[in-house]
């Protein structure tokens, strides 16, 4: 069974830093592009960035309201997925989900909170 | 960026009957392949997206059998042919032929 479980709710300022993780288990990690999609409070989707395997060269692409400020990495070994999130702003407020990227966004995690308030 | 639009934005359903969901792309989602990068989710309140439908008609696992995609080029639909409790939520319309991949706006359903 595929599962994704990303970290658990954040709360940081104007400015600052964070970084999230996402589990992942079910699948070969290794071999899998990842996607991060967020979700602002009461809005609908909006897709981050994505990160391609190892093998495909392991390149990140990324949405041009974060480009510059966030980046996405991943652990091969750990089976884990990261976002570093920096230069938050308090528009960044949202729920972030972890999705395995086949194209079609075929499993998500439960999301993980982020709020960015003063 | 491709733009996603979908009609309507809500949907009252009596159970039983039929329901529908437009998506139009402002550009064509057909690759070279032959594929067609459209995607449907459902996302249930209080829950992350699900994946309903792949590449316009194609069911993802474990989905029922009343949910049907069709459509081709720029023009889509999602049906449902008995709509159940269950399939109150979101719905929204994906495409994957281009970053970044982009989302319509949602189309609530309501029972």
């Known amino acids: 069974e595929v599962q994704l479980v990303e970290s658990g709710e954040n709360l940081v300022k104007p400015g600052g830093s964070l970084r999230l993780s996402c589990a992942a288990s079910?699948?070969?990690?290794?071999?899998?592009?990842m996607s991060w999609v967020r979700q602002a409070p009461g809005k609908g989707l909006e897709w981050v960035g994505r990160?391609?395997?190892?093998?495909?060269?392991?390149?990140?692409d990324y949405a041009a309201p974060v480009k510059g400020r966030f980046t996405i990495s991943r652990d091969d070994s750990k089976n884990t997925l990261y976002l570093q999130m920096s230069g938050l702003k308090i528009e960044d407020t949202a729920v972030y989900y972890c999705?395995?990227?086949?194209?079609?966004?075929?499993?998500w995690g439960q999301g993980t909170v982020v709020t960015v308030s003063s | 960026d491709i733009v996603m639009t979908q009609t309507p934005l809500s949907l009252s359903v009596t159970p039983g009957q039929p329901a529908s969901i437009s998506c139009k792309s402002s550009?064509?989602?057909?690759?070279?392949?032959?594929?067609?990068?459209l995607y449907w989710y459902l996302q249930r309140p209080g829950q992350p997206p699900q994946l309903l439908i792949y590449?316009?008609?194609y069911r993802f696992s474990g989905v029922p059998e009343r949910f049907s995609g069709s459509g081709s080029g720029t023009d889509f639909t999602l049906k449902i042919s008995r709509v159940e409790t269950e399939d109150v939520g979101v719905y929204y319309c994906?495409?994957?032929?281009?970053?970044?991949?982009?989302f319509g706006q949602g189309t609530k359903l309501e029972i």
């Open positions: 999705t395995r990227d086949r194209t079609a966004l075929d499993y």
């Open positions: 079910g699948f070969t990690f290794s071999d899998a592009w």
């Open positions: 990160i391609g395997s190892k093998s495909a060269g392991g390149t990140s």
């Open positions: 550009q064509s989602l057909l690759h070279s392949d032959g594929k067609t990068f």
């Open positions: 590449e316009v008609s």
């Open positions: 994906m495409q994957g032929i281009q970053l970044p991949k982009t």
